[in-house]
């Protein structure tokens, strides 16, 4: 991954790991995001890699809530 920041193309990018609701089926999600912030303009941004780390974890939190509904919906008959 490039190092350097896109938006001023001066600051270096340094990983951070964030939290993000999403709404999903009633509930709302605290989800970690990974993103890059620019140490010199304070800009954010995200590489393919983690955007696509980001979806992965976002789609896992969904299928495990859905899951855990389904089984306590089998378990109330």
Same mark, same amino acid.
């Given at each position: 991954m490039k190092n350097?920041?896109?938006i001023c193309d001066t600051g270096t990018l340094c990983e951070r790991l964030e939290?993000?609701?999403v709404p999903y089926k009633g509930f709302q999600l605290n989800v970690p995001v990974t993103l890059s912030r620019c140490g010199h303009c304070e &800009?954010? &941004?995200? &590489?393919g890699i983690q955007l696509? /780390?980001?979806k992965q974890t976002c789609m896992?939190? /969904?299928a495990s809530l859905t899951a855990h509904l389904?089984?306590?919906t089998a378990s109330s008959f």
């Open positions: 350097t920041c896109p939290y993000q609701t &800009s954010n &941004s995200v &590489s696509l /780390k980001n896992a939190m /969904k389904n089984q306590i």
